[in-house]
């Protein structure tokens, strides 16, 4: 009888979850018809074309955007906890040696982060209150760029780079990673690609934040699984694989057999098409004027990749409405600005952990753990376990 009443409760859902409400939020949502999503109450794109990246983290981890004062405030307190632990420090380069031979940056920060997290004496979150939580939230991101950077730079035999409390997030990310302090243009651009890839919608990583959070577990435990969903190629792999494409490609004359071929093959083209957005990914198009703005024979040739592919994919596959999403522009501007393409994803993970910081301490508000269930299709039970030969 117990049986037929769990069975009756159950719910079919698309396969992926697609289009499936799993809670209420407040930090943000994608409108994929209209092309546009948003940070709370304000515009994304518009955001990263005229706030900072800590006024916006702000907004995230605090609700609200802050006047000047409040800004410079929270970005000195945000600059100040970028150093690491003693411990941390000591640690990183077995953990950079481990991660160069097992998936680089992003693989290392996993065993990076839980580090820090017990350095940090992280509590979970079932545990403490919001204020803490939130102190936990803001001392990880901090140093998520130090410990990103830091792995980068020992995994090429390079000593790290120590933070500077004086340079913007981004500056000082690009610092940690080059050695040298930023042109302010670079730094900017960086910084509008951080802006504008701090969140979007309950994406793989994001999910799985919410979902470890919702088990109590601490804040590094919960960063460290939306650190390993972001590392599957189908979630964040993407800016540097467009730009093999553009390399596969290599001239203008290339550019239609190339896409024809592949396309009539069944193969994907990396840096088109969203799961989500069935129109211009706004976050595209804005990297696309951040790109034409520095302008370059590079620039010329990815644009007139994105024209060619879409009028290809709009012959051969209409109906479909297949434009560049974030990962096309994303890795043109990267590459712009002098970041190798093993730092890609990772520089993508150090603008989302704010984005994954803010779900989590929605996430901690409510103690429903989440555990949805699995339909058994195996065979039949029971059935009598054989003896042992």
Request: charged share 20%.
């Amino acid at each position: 009888m117990s049986v037929n009443r769990a069975a009756a409760t159950l719910v079919d859902v698309p396969r992926g979850l697609a289009g499936v409400v799993v809670t209420d939020t407040r930090i943000g949502d994608v409108r994929g018809i209209e092309g546009f999503y948003h940070y709370r109450q304000y515009s994304a794109v518009e955001l990263a074309q005229t706030r900072s990246f800590e006024d916006v983290w702000h907004l995230l981890v605090h609700g609200d955007l802050p006047d000047a004062e409040g800004g410079a405030a929270f970005a000195a307190a945000t600059a100040a906890l970028r150093r690491l632990p003693e411990g941390v420090r000591a640690a990183l380069p077995a953990i950079a040696a481990a991660g160069a031979a097992s998936g680089g940056p992003l693989a290392a920060l996993r065993t990076a982060l839980s580090l820090l997290g017990a350095a940090r004496g992280f509590r979970p979150v079932y545990d403490i209150g919001a204020d803490e939580r939130r102190k936990d939230a803001i001392a990880a991101t901090a140093a998520v760029p130090t410990l990103l950077t830091a792995l980068h730079r020992l995994g090429r035999g390079l000593e790290p780079v120590e933070p500077r409390e004086d340079l913007s997030y981004a500056a000082n990310y690009l610092y940690m990673l080059t050695g040298s302090e930023p042109e302010p243009r670079r730094a900017r651009a960086i910084e509008q690609y951080l802006i504008s890839t701090v969140d979007h919608g309950f994406n793989a990583s994001t999910f799985t934040a919410r979902v470890i959070t919702s088990t109590g577990a601490d804040v590094a435990a919960c960063l460290v699984g939306a650190v390993g969903a972001l590392s599957g190629p189908l979630h964040g792999g993407a800016p540097s694989r467009a730009l093999d494409t553009l390399d596969a490609i290599g001239t203008p004359d290339r550019i239609d057999p190339w896409i024809r071929e592949r396309v009539l093959a069944g193969e994907r083209i990396m840096g088109f098409g969203h799961a989500i957005y069935r129109t211009e990914d706004p976050r595209s198009r804005m990297l696309r004027e951040i790109a034409q703005g520095f302008g370059g024979p590079r620039v010329a040739f990815a644009v007139e990749v994105e024209r060619q592919v879409e009028a290809i994919l709009a012959e051969l596959k209409p109906g479909r409405e297949l434009h560049t999403n974030v990962e096309f522009y994303a890795g043109v501007v990267m590459e712009l600005c002098g970041l190798p393409r093993e730092m890609f994803t990772p520089t993508f993970a150090a603008g989302r952990v704010v984005g994954w910081s803010a779900n989590i301490l929605e996430q901690a508000e409510d103690s429903k753990i989440i555990r949805p269930v699995a339909r058994y299709v195996g065979p039949g039970a029971p059935v009598a376990v054989p003896l042992s030969a």
